[in-house]
């Protein structure tokens, strides 16, 4: 089975600190995505990789920048967190090749920014 | 830029009834469409995909969907609801000719199932 970890289930940050926020998949996949989650707007794309090194902005990049040293684990950073960055983060990963592959999820990172 | 409709933020259900949830896509072409299912404190996971192999899809925990081209439409229903179908449920939808599949989401729908 795929299995995609994050780092952290929950976390309390203050305002104006730098946030890391790991994520690590095992199934080989070229494709990693950051999303985050709030009430009543659904998901929403921050930043994808489609390899390592490569990265793309998403719908809602701002404050947001990503990491990507090896193909395993993406790394999503929030340079001087923000009380408005307090959400749910969820990682996803996805094969890529002939057919159509699902992204596969993580169990979420629920941050609050005090 | 693709969308996902996906009307009625809550649901409720009473346990044995139908479950059906609606989601409808604005696409000039037909796309990849996918059902996620959130239980609580978890990450999302599939319920079923479609690929164009078959309009009407059959997913896990009794889930099916049908794909009607002429509604832009892939609704999700279950027969009889369990109390272990509460949880939040998201249709996504991808375009083919997107390499790198990217999902836009609808809003979901959170659904309750009365005893």
């Known amino acids: 089975d795929v299995k995609v970890t994050q780092s952290s289930r929950y976390l309390v940050k203050r305002t104006g600190e730098k946030v890391f926020l790991e994520c690590v998949q095992d199934?080989?996949?070229?494709?990693m995505f950051w999303y985050r989650q709030d009430p009543g707007l659904g998901l929403r794309l921050i930043y994808f990789?489609?390899?390592?090194?490569?990265?793309e902005k998403g719908d809602i990049p701002e404050g947001y920048s990503v990491s990507r040293e090896k193909k395993e684990r993406f790394s999503l950073i929030l340079e001087s967190a923000s009380t408005n960055q307090t959400s749910m983060y969820l990682c996803?990963?996805?094969?890529?090749?002939?057919?159509?592959?699902?992204?596969?999820f993580g169990p979420g990172t629920r941050l609050t920014v005090t | 830029a693709q969308s996902v409709t996906q009307l009625g933020s809550h649901v409720s259900v009473s346990e044995g009834a139908l479950v059906l949830l609606r989601c409808n896509y604005s696409?000039?072409?037909?796309?990849?469409l996918f059902w996620y299912v959130q239980y609580p404190n978890q990450g999302l996971q599939l319920l079923l995909k479609?690929?164009?192999?078959?309009?009407l899809v059959k997913g896990i925990n009794g889930f099916e969907a049908e794909f009607k081209k002429s509604e832009t439409s892939f609704h999700l229903t279950k027969p009889s609801a369990h109390m272990r179908d509460a949880a939040e449920y998201f249709c996504?939808?991808?375009?083919?000719?997107?390499?790198?599949?990217?999902?836009?989401f609808g809003k979901g729908n959170q659904v309750v199932v009365i005893p």
């Open positions: 696409s000039s072409v037909p796309p990849y």
């Open positions: 996803a990963s996805r094969g890529t090749g002939t057919g159509v592959y699902e992204q596969y």
């Open positions: 199934m080989d996949h070229e494709n």
């Open positions: 996504a939808v991808s375009l083919p000719g997107d390499g790198n599949n990217r999902l836009a």
């Open positions: 479609y690929t164009s192999a078959a309009t």
């Open positions: 990789s489609y390899d390592v090194k490569m990265k």
